[in-house]
């Protein structure tokens, strides 16, 4: 096996999960987040040719699927014009944990939903931060990530946390695309 498989079989292996939710947060519609899951698996493996050490796996696992997803969204509009999909489409896609309880399972079900309309709504780099953010990646990782500083990054996470938590509590009934400034 070569190292560039290894550290493929590597990174998919500790960070896999995290790329299936990244995914999620970008594409609603199973098929398009099948697609850009395929998209993010060829980037990653490619880019493992190059990989010199000089930052960590994590970091650049996450450097290159920001970036495939990136241009995938960008493919995308100009495919077709860019719209929300419905709560319900997004939950005809996602299987509830047998081990919940029904209702509870539902209500985090649509509350996560929400969630992820709206994160899909934001502008591509407040967007990739805040996904940064809930895979528990630091600000100094984001940064690096990102090529942005740390102290910009704690910024945004703070104005975009607040500008969400707006958005969810008042039912995403804002029409205008959620921007955190």
Same mark, same amino acid.
């Given at each position: 096996m070569s190292d560039q498989d290894q550290l493929y079989k590597e990174a998919i292996a500790v960070h896999g999960a995290a790329l299936d939710r990244l995914a999620r947060a970008y594409e609603a519609a199973p098929e398009e987040r099948r697609d850009l899951l395929q998209e993010i698996h060829i980037a990653l493996w490619r880019s493992f040719a190059g990989f010199d050490g000089r930052c960590s796996l994590r970091t650049w696992v996450y450097r290159v699927a920001h970036n495939a997803a990136a241009s995938h969204i960008l493919r995308s509009r100009k495919r077709r014009s860019q719209s929300l999909v419905s709560i319900e489409e997004i939950a005809a896609g996602d299987e509830i944990a047998s081990s919940e309880d029904a209702a509870h399972a539902a209500a985090r079900s649509q509350a996560?939903?929400?969630? $992820?309309?709206l994160i899909q709504r #934001?502008?591509?780099i407040?967007?990739?931060?805040?996904? #940064? $953010? #809930?895979e528990d990646v630091d600000a100094a990782a984001i940064g690096e990530v990102m090529g942005i500083s740390p102290g910009y990054v704690a910024t945004k996470i703070h104005r975009i946390k607040k500008l969400l938590a707006e958005r969810f509590w008042n039912g995403g009934s804002d029409d205008r695309q959620p921007h955190a400034g």
């Open positions: 996560l939903d929400r969630l $992820y309309a #934001l502008n591509p407040d967007r990739q931060i805040i996904l #940064l $953010y #809930l």
